[in-house]
């Protein structure tokens, strides 16, 4: 796990990226965004590892996350930036059941 404390920020090169939450992670968090300060070669699963450290309800859900960066998706060993935006989304399912049509 590479994410640390902001006091222990002097000691090792750190970024901050910004989290979104997709709508059922945010209404579980309480929040729709997090700022996250990580050591310098974070990659995704870092950041999920430190959402998990805040916000154990978390927890069971990120596992699944799809993440995206930059309007792409990303696997969890993509490496993180300074300032970089990463989004956490859940997966969608759905078909077996057809609609009547009207």
Same mark, same amino acid.
């Given at each position: ?22 709508? !059922? ?6 929040? *729709? ?15 999920? %590892?430190?959402?998990?450290? %805040?916000?154990?309800?978390?927890? !069971? ?8 960066? !930059?309007?792409?998706?990303? *696997?969890?060993? *993509? ?5 970089? %935006? ?7 399912? !759905? ?8």
């Amino acid at each position: 796990m590479r994410f640390v404390s902001a006091s222990a920020q002097w000691q090792n090169r750190m970024m901050k990226i910004q989290v979104r939450l997709s709508a !059922g992670l945010a209404y579980a968090a309480g929040q *729709t965004r997090l700022t996250l300060t990580l050591t310098d070669g974070a990659v995704v699963s870092d950041a999920i %590892e430190a959402i998990v450290a %805040e916000q154990s309800s978390l927890s !069971g859900r990120l596992t699944r996350t799809l993440p995206m960066l !930059g309007g792409r998706h990303v *696997t969890h060993d *993509t490496p993180l930036t300074d300032g970089a %935006e990463l989004l956490l989304l859940l997966p969608a399912a !759905g078909g077996g059941q057809r609609l009547p049509r009207m």
